[in-house]
């Protein structure tokens, strides 16, 4: 009777894994069709804004004074003509950083302050009190612009609800001018991220009013006046997760939550103009950035579900549940299937049930049916970094990061608690725990 019971359930779940495939098909034909559609609406194609950068925009980059190629990264922004660009660095880092605006860059805009500590909070903190303009953007020290990259953000602002923007993102090799084999194995798996993050955006952004997942760090437009509240300096610096553990990763996500959840709304500008040009680490320390992107990510849609519970407002809650989809759905599907899998095979170990026996395939067949169509799900979720004949090499990486993900996700979900950087050195120095 209980094998009987537990053959009926294997032949259950196995239903439940083929129709989940057939789901999630599904939601990446959607999420493609949001991704083409976005750049034809009416906000992608606005020409001019009343927002000018020379007059009304000022940039914030917080730095260590350690990036490589920080003063080519800063001419980009300086074509894009700001009104200023405030550079939040060290008090160590000073005399480098000096160094560098006078012998270089040469130009009144930039102006230079410091805190005494590592910390992104502070640091971006410290420029947004420096800031007098309508709007700011705060910008990582290896984010790169184009020409354009500037004008778009400002068009998103012609709607007076909106709050802060994003844009496309894409990786470009630390080595670039050393090594003419283009992207690392590690700076490939980057790519493929912000390959799926701009898909995932600008879908959302296009079923749902202009949201976003989360309003990426790397290059993000705000209005002055949110950032400048004194509730949200208070806050911003005074993050507890749980009461215990004060979070300094995770910026980018308080502020998204933050704008949010005060009623403004967001935008996403996906025109092949509208880009930023980024890095990530080029070696296995990218999995350490990998697993703190994670924890940031599952506490700010834990905090978002909790608030949108507790308010009831429908708006919130759907955002909510669309980012826990879009999000999850590949990461889950992966694990579960490995899960389904490892499950049965024990019992067949066990001469406890048999997949033939139950009208399903043998259990080599039902592996490598998992293998070929979960690697089919993950080519074609990235299928536009592929479009370049030079990252065909990293297919069978592809594939592999689509278990290390998986796996990076799960482990994130179980040390929420855990609030180090974990990939710059010295930012780690200090224990940031209330007993």
């Known amino acids: 009777m209980i094998i009987l019971r537990m053959d009926s359930i294997i032949i259950y779940l196995y239903q439940v894994v083929i129709y989940s495939r057939y789901a999630h098909l599904f939601l990446d034909i959607i999420q493609y069709i949001g991704y083409f559609n976005l750049r034809l609406s009416a906000l992608q194609k606005q020409v001019q804004s009343t927002c000018i950068p020379e007059r009304d925009i000022t940039v914030i980059s917080a730095t260590l004074g ?101 844009t496309m993102q894409y990786v470009r090799s630390r080595l670039g001018h050393r090594n003419s084999k283009g992207l690392t194995v590690w700076e490939s798996y980057g790519a493929l991220n912000l390959i799926r993050r701009n898909i995932l955006h600008s879908a959302v952004a296009y079923f749902h009013s202009g949201q976003v997942l989360n309003l990426s760090g790397r290059t993000v437009a705000y209005r002055t006046e949110i950032l400048q509240d004194e509730a949200f300096k208070h806050e911003f610096v005074n993050d507890y997760w749980k009461g215990k553990y004060l979070l300094r990763t995770g910026d980018d996500s308080f502020i998204t939550s933050w704008i949010v959840n005060r009623g403004w709304n967001t935008a996403f500008m996906n025109q092949p103009d509208a880009v930023i040009i980024t890095t990530v680490n080029d070696d296995i320390t990218y999995l350490n950035q990998v697993t703190r992107w994670s924890r940031d990510t599952a506490r700010h849609y834990l905090r978002d579900l909790v608030a949108a519970l507790r308010t009831r407002n429908y708006y919130l809650y ?6 826990w989809v ?18 049965v095979s024990g019992l067949e170990w066990w001469n406890i049930t048999n997949t033939t026996q139950l009208g399903m395939t043998s259990m080599g067949q039902l592996c490598a049916q998992h293998f070929v169509i979960s690697s089919s799900f993950t080519i074609f979720e990235h299928a536009p970094f592929f479009m370049e004949w030079s990252h065909l090499k990293h297919m069978p990486g592809t594939i592999g990061y689509m278990y290390i993900h998986a796996f990076i996700v799960g482990y994130a979900w179980c040390t929420l608690h855990k609030t180090v950087w974990g990939s710059r050195s010295g930012v780690d120095d200090h224990k940031w725990r209330v007993d």
């Open 318 to 323: 759907v955002r909510s549940v669309l980012n």
């Open 66 to 166: 350690e990036e490589e190629g920080y003063a080519v990264t800063l001419q980009s922004w300086l074509k894009c003509n700001p009104r200023a660009i405030n550079i939040v660095t060290l008090e160590k880092a000073l005399p480098r950083m000096k160094d560098l605006l006078e012998g270089i860059i040469k130009d009144d805009r930039v102006r230079l302050h410091a805190v005494e500590r590592a910390d992104i909070r502070l640091q971006l903190l410290k420029g947004i009190s420096e800031t007098f303009t309508k709007f700011v953007v705060l910008v990582d020290d290896d984010s790169r612009w184009s020409t354009e990259t500037l004008n778009r953000l400002a068009l998103a602002f012609q709607d007076p609800c909106v709050g802060g923007v994003n």
């Open 326 to 343: 879009c999000n999850y759905t590949t990461d889950f599907l992966v694990l579960w299937e490995l899960g389904f899998l490892i499950v």
